[in-house]
């Protein structure tokens, strides 16, 4: 009887280690880390949006940004102090737009 105790809690305790990294890891905006160049105006400051520990910042030229991810509508939110400005992951290109910005594509390494 012990010994199905024991598997059963091992069962639900790996379950559980399974479910939190398999939600964690979906939560984590991965698709928009990286360097991106404008799609409309080539000759614009590339941006590169990195972590920081646990926090994202969007770096353009020697400025440096907070970013907010929302996961419920998967985007991010910068203030660079003229205003909020969306971020949205466009899949289909591998793109990002920028409200007020255009889109910009990855920069290839």
């Given at each position: 009887m012990?010994?199905?105790l024991?598997?059963?809690l091992t069962v639900v305790?790996?379950?559980?280690m399974?479910?939190?990294?398999?939600?964690?890891?979906?939560s984590k905006p991965d698709q928009?880390?990286?360097?991106?160049q404008s799609v409309d105006s080539p000759t614009r400051?590339?941006?590169?949006i990195q972590e920081r520990g646990e926090n994202l910042t969007l770096l353009e030229g020697k400025k440096e940004y907070p970013l907010t991810y929302d996961k419920d509508n998967h985007k991010l939110t910068v203030n660079t102090g003229l205003g909020a400005m969306d971020i949205i992951y466009l899949g289909e290109k591998d793109h990002l737009l920028i409200s007020g910005a255009g889109e910009y594509s990855k920069v290839a390494k």
């Amino acid at each position: 009887m012990q010994s199905k105790l024991n598997q059963l809690l091992t069962v639900v305790a790996v379950t559980g280690m399974a479910l939190l990294t398999s939600c964690s890891s979906g939560s984590k905006p991965d698709q928009f880390l990286g360097e991106w160049q404008s799609v409309d105006s080539p000759t614009r400051p590339h941006m590169t949006i990195q972590e920081r520990g646990e926090n994202l910042t969007l770096l353009e030229g020697k400025k440096e940004y907070p970013l907010t991810y929302d996961k419920d509508n998967h985007k991010l939110t910068v203030n660079t102090g003229l205003g909020a400005m969306d971020i949205i992951y466009l899949g289909e290109k591998d793109h990002l737009l920028i409200s007020g910005a255009g889109e910009y594509s990855k920069v290839a390494k």
